[in-house]
């Protein structure tokens, strides 16, 4: 073998020797440690339900709205590319990030300016393109995928069927738009997973992006030289 390969082999150990072990896990402000004896309590009825969260209709949405007495009325449709619906009697709405009460109620009063008398309009989404969180970098299905009330981090990067072989856990960065600001959130997938601390909430429209570990991709390259060495390669990785 040659001495170039074996330094770099050297190199490698000695880069990644000492990450190895873990702290036990500890209570925290977020997360109460149950001792290996005793078994963890049942979840309340509140513990089973999600915070409510606004459902907003946007651009090739699939909805269904009923008006009340007037069937010729009610419909399922798709909103348009630019946000809008177009109804009998209503005409055209824009529809675009409104509730389903909200578009509702505008409907009813498009109605009534129709000179429909007292229109009681239900609204509900059928199906949603547009409420999804775009999951990028190393994990093992990239995509768009649907958000929803209980949407978090460790949930959707699950949707993601998890993290790659070379990902980097402790780089995991959620991209998000605040009154038109751009920030960026920067997360230790691990810890979260330990408890660390909380487990943060994924909205419509978030980017996740999953960082890449050179370290990982350098055990690989040498794991693939193995057969060339006259002994083990033994390394720690994070």
């Not at 009610?74 to 619906?85: C, F, H, L, P, Y």
């Not at 177009?86 to 129709?114: C, D, F, N, V």
């Not at 057969?227 to 083990?232: F, Q």
């Amino acid at each position: 073998m040659r001495t170039s390969q074996i330094c770099a082999a050297l190199c490698l150990s000695a880069l990644l020797a000492g990450c190895g072990g873990g702290e036990p896990l500890r209570s925290t402000a977020d997360l109460t440690v149950v001792p290996d004896a005793a078994s963890l309590p049942a979840p309340a009825r509140a513990d089973l339900v999600a915070a409510d969260r606004p459902a907003l209709i946007g651009p090739l949405d699939t909805i269904e709205v009923e008006v009340i007495n007037i069937p010729e009325s009610s419909r399922q449709m798709q909103v348009d590319a630019s946000g809008r619906i177009a109804m009998p009697l209503a005409g055209t709405i824009y529809a675009g990030g409104k509730t389903s009460e909200e578009l509702a109620q505008a409907i009813s009063a498009s109605l009534r300016a129709h000179y429909v008398r007292n229109p009681e309009v239900v609204v509900n989404i059928k199906s949603s393109v547009s409420q999804v969180a775009t999951v990028n970098g190393q994990v093992t299905e990239p995509g768009l995928y649907p958000v929803t009330n209980q949407m978090t981090l460790i949930r959707l990067i699950a949707s993601a069927k998890g993290l790659s072989e070379f990902a980097s856990s402790k780089d995991v960065v959620i991209l998000r738009t605040v009154n038109g600001r751009r920030m960026a959130g920067l997360y230790d997938f691990d810890q979260i997973q330990r408890g660390a601390y909380a487990d943060p909430l994924v909205y419509a429209n978030d980017i996740i992006v999953v960082g890449d570990s050179p370290q990982r991709r350098l055990f690989r390259s040498f794991v693939q030289l193995s057969p060339l060495l006259a002994g083990p390669l033994i390394a720690v990785l994070q």
